[in-house]
Antibody, heavy 120, light 112 residues
Framework: EVQLLESGGGLVQPGGSLRLSCAAS????????MTWARQTPGKGLEWVSS????????YYANSVKGRFTISRDNSKSTVSLQMNSLRDEDTAVYYC?????????????WGLGTPVTVSS | DVVMTQSPLSLPVTLGQPASISCRSS???????????LNWFQQRPGQSPRRLIY???NRDSGVPDRFSGSGSGTDFTLTISRVEAEDVGVYYC?????????FGQGTKVEIK
């Protein structure tokens, strides 16, 4: 059974940093691209960032480019999202998601999510 | 980015009756290789999203056959043939043909 378990969310002030992590199990981790998506009541569901199975290619939404960094450790089956220069509009529930590397069928499995609140 | 527009945003339904949700994209979702990468997701109250349908009309494993998807180009529909109590939640369409992937704003299905 595929399991994706996020951690690291919390309350942070504007301009601050937070690091999210996702522990994966139940599938061959390096064969899957990993993604972070987020959900807010106002903007709904939004793709944030993805990383290829080997980790050599990364992709970012324009709204987070230059502030967020995605990385993965295939030896530990984990993916992380380093979030810097956080803004109020980054407040959301952040989900870890996977899909088969190279597939165009996206968003196979979702984690439970971790909430991030950016507020002073 | 491709804009996905769903209607209605709220859908009160009677148990056992059919329900349909429309999704329109701002660009054709037909890919040059022949596939159309349009997915549907269900989010029950308090849960994470779960994919129901991929490539317009293919049900994911474990999805009841009362759920079906149809459409082409820019117009797509998710149909629930007979709504059950466990179908309450928010339904999202999502396109994966054009990068970045984008979602519709969601349709809330509730029981009358």
């Amino acid at each position: 059974e595929v399991q994706l378990l996020e951690s690291g969310g919390g309350l942070v002030q504007p301009g601050g940093s937070l690091r999210l992590s996702c522990a994966a199990s139940g599938f061959t981790f390096s064969s899957y691209a990993m993604t972070w998506a987020r959900q807010t009541p106002g903007k709904g569901l939004e793709w944030v960032s993805s990383i290829s199975g080997s980790g050599d290619r990364t992709y970012y939404a324009n709204s987070v480019k230059g502030r967020f960094t995605i990385s993965r450790d295939n030896s530990k089956s984990t993916v992380s999202l380093q979030m810097n220069s956080l803004r109020d509009e980054d407040t959301a529930v952040y989900y870890c998601v996977n899909w088969v590397e190279g597939s165009a069928i996206l968003f196979d499995h979702w984690g439970l999510g971790t909430p991030v609140t950016v507020s002073s | 980015d491709v804009v996905m527009t769903q209607s209605p945003l709220s859908l009160p339904v009677t148990l056992g009756q059919p329900a349909s949700i429309s999704c329109r994209s701002s660009q054709s979702l037909a890919y040059s290789g022949g596939n159309t990468y349009l997915n549907w997701f269900q989010q029950r109250p308090g849960q994470s999203p779960r994919r129901l349908i991929y490539n317009v009309s293919n049900r994911d494993s474990g999805v009841p056959d009362r759920f079906s998807g149809s459409g082409s180009g820019t117009d797509f529909t998710l149909t629930i043939s007979r709504v059950e109590a466990e179908d309450v939640g928010v339904y999202y369409c999502m396109q994966g043909t054009h990068w970045p992937p984008t979602f519709g704003q969601g349709t809330k299905v509730e029981i009358k």
